[in-house]
């Protein structure tokens, strides 16, 4: 049954308002597995639509589940209590980017390496560099405070956002930050909606902080025969007064599943663990050190070391890593793939809690990603049945162990895809109940009617 809104929105908004069952189907779901069909799609191309869409629904009561790209793994935007998906996928203006102030603006929809490759036309570089790049949003980005590899060396999307509009879920617009770099006025509002998930408020247009592109960039990797060693490898690298922007390890599984997929040649058949790490900077510097690094690689013990020299080679490296998920993927399981933050020093001890699960259970884990600041991509693989069905229930006993690792351990159940629906379980366990309870306050007081992202977090 349609609901009586319906017209009335239509009527407030025109075309932008979609009902047909293909527009909801295609908004029901993110890359998580929960699916949900709302009742209405408002397709924004503006601010002033967003405003308008919000202001409705808080005075008729409906939700309102925010969307960007709609690429997050957590469920965040699965609109679970019905009513209106509000995308700003079509927000996708570069307003300006300036690299006499340093600064780039741009809607919310722009994908990310569309805003990079702008950036990049003019000499600038926009750091973060969440996988996803070439399909998630700068919203989405902002919303989850997303991160990638460089993050080692440049930081979070926290670190680049100077700025924002944010539509409030009665429909008043926020304009917090600003476009100077430096900026103590007040509560730090920009750095309450990032990483907020679209919970309380809706991110429009950011203003974003460029800086020079570095004009040279090099990357090796190197194989190891234990795991043990490439964890050394990354603590000995930063020990001898090295920051790269990114260092990347890879456990024993992954690398069986790559030899597979690729073919023997790709690695050394002997390789347990493997890491790659990439610099850039001043062109004899990076030379320099380059050599310095391998250095040290090789007396951690590297059977052996490949260098990149050129912008072929370092992208041939990266191609490298991303065949490792697909990788996995070709093994023909499910993957349960988690994000989950342990400080540095408890890389091999994760490792091996990893590896005792798979032992006690037969459930394959395969651990691999941003080894310089602690965000390990944990797969547990999902075993099938004899009809080729997914046997989730023991492997969900696993996400839960390691979550609880995790936390004992001092880390943190997700460093880039957030809560949203997936991990919304273990929240209140993760930062605990006078938190929980600022979570909640936080909630009531920029959304008092509860319309805005309903069922996210467990708030």
Avoid at 378 to 401: F, H, Q, S, Y
């Amino acid at each position: 049954m349609t609901p009586h809104w319906i017209s009335e929105l239509r009527d407030l908004l025109g075309d932008c308002v979609r009902t047909d069952e293909a527009t909801l189907r295609e908004h029901a779901a993110d890359k998580w597995h929960a699916s949900a069909l709302p009742q209405a799609v408002v397709l924004a191309t503006e601010t002033g639509q967003v405003s308008a869409t919000l202001k409705f629904a808080s005075e008729h009561g409906i939700p309102v589940t925010p969307r960007g790209a709609g690429v997050g793994y957590v469920g965040g935007c699965v609109p679970v209590k019905g009513g209106i998906v509000l995308s700003v996928a079509s927000m996708t203006r570069i307003l300006e980017i300036n690299p006499s102030d340093g600064v780039a603006v741009v809607e919310a929809g722009v994908l990310t390496a569309t805003l990079q490759e702008a950036c990049a036309r003019v000499g600038w570089f926009y750091p973060p560099d969440p996988a996803s790049r070439k399909e998630s949003s700068i919203g989405g980005n902002i919303a989850t405070n997303a991160g990638g590899p460089r993050c080692l060396k440049y930081g979070v999307t926290r670190a680049y956002v100077l700025g924002l509009t944010v539509v409030l879920a009665d429909g008043r617009i926020l304009r917090c930050g600003g476009r100077t770099h430096k900026n103590k006025q007040g509560f730090d509002l920009v750095g309450l909606f990032c990483g907020s998930e679209g919970m309380l408020g809706i991110v429009t247009e950011a203003t974003l902080r460029i800086i020079p592109t570095p004009p040279a960039r090099a990357a090796l990797h190197a194989s190891f025969p234990q795991f043990a060693l490439a964890a050394a490898a990354v603590q000995n690298t930063l020990q001898g007064g090295h920051l790269p922007c990114a260092i990347e390890i890879t456990d024993a599984y992954t690398l069986a599943a790559a030899r597979r997929h690729l073919g023997p040649s790709a690695l050394p058949a002997e390789a347990k663990g493997h890491i790659i790490i990439e610099i850039d900077g001043q062109a004899d510097a990076v030379a320099s050190e380059l050599e310095s690094i391998a250095g040290i690689l090789r007396d951690t013990g590297a059977s052996n070391v490949v260098y990149a020299r050129t912008e072929d080679e370092v992208e041939a490296i990266w191609q490298l890593r991303r065949e490792f998920s697909y990788s996995l993927k070709a093994t023909g399981l499910t993957k349960l793939n988690e994000d989950i933050v342990i400080p540095r020093s408890q890389l091999v001890d994760l490792v091996r809690f990893c590896e005792d699960m798979q032992q006690e259970t037969g459930i394959p884990v395969a651990c691999f990603g941003h080894s310089g600041d602690g965000n390990i991509h944990t797969n547990i693989m999902v075993l099938k049945d004899a009809k080729g069905r997914d046997i989730r229930e023991p492997a969900d006993a696993l996400v839960n162990r390691l979550f609880n690792w995790v936390l004992q351990h001092g880390g943190s159940i997700t460093g880039e895809h957030g809560i949203g629906l997936a991990k919304a379980p273990w929240f209140s366990h993760a930062i605990g109940t006078e938190a929980m309870e600022l979570h909640r306050a936080l909630k009531t007081a920029l959304d008092p009617a509860g319309i805005l992202n309903p069922g996210k977090m467990g708030l």
